[in-house]
């Protein structure tokens, strides 16, 4: 088992920035690929970024690329996403996710329980 915890959400103006957080516990964190996810209100959960195990191969949503930075600290079980530049339509609940295997987009195995970024105009 893998516990994910997010942190770092918040309410930010349109143009600003915010660094979500997810710590994790239990099972090796570093053989992990992880990924964000997004969910506004009435929409279904989206990909935002992922990263894998090393830190050497990312992915990102177009509706986030030149603006979202992933990374990960495998000394301190830790994933962040560098949010810049950001809109009202990021307005989501955020999810970290960890996945077994290689860099993807869907079939992540854990998920933490969110955190809401709110980006006013």
């Known amino acids: 088992q893998v516990q994910l915890v997010e942190s770092g959400g918040g309410l930010v103006q349109a143009g600003g920035s915010l660094r979500l957080s997810c710590t994790a516990s239990g099972r090796t964190f570093s053989s992990y690929t992880m990924g964000w996810f997004r969910q506004a209100p009435g929409t279904v959960r989206e990909f935002v970024a992922a990263?894998?195990?090393?830190?050497?191969?990312?992915d990102y949503a177009d509706s986030v690329k030149g603006r979202f930075t992933i990374s990960r600290d495998n000394v301190k079980n830790t994933v962040y996403l560098q949010m810049n530049s950001l809109k009202p339509e990021d307005t989501a609940v955020y999810y970290c996710?960890?996945?077994?295997?290689?860099?993807?987009?869907?079939?992540?195995?854990?998920w933490g329980q969110g955190t809401q970024v709110t980006v006013s105009s």
């Open positions: 990263i894998t195990w090393t830190g050497g191969s990312t």
């Open positions: 996710a960890a996945a077994w295997g290689g860099l993807r987009r869907y079939d992540y195995d854990y």
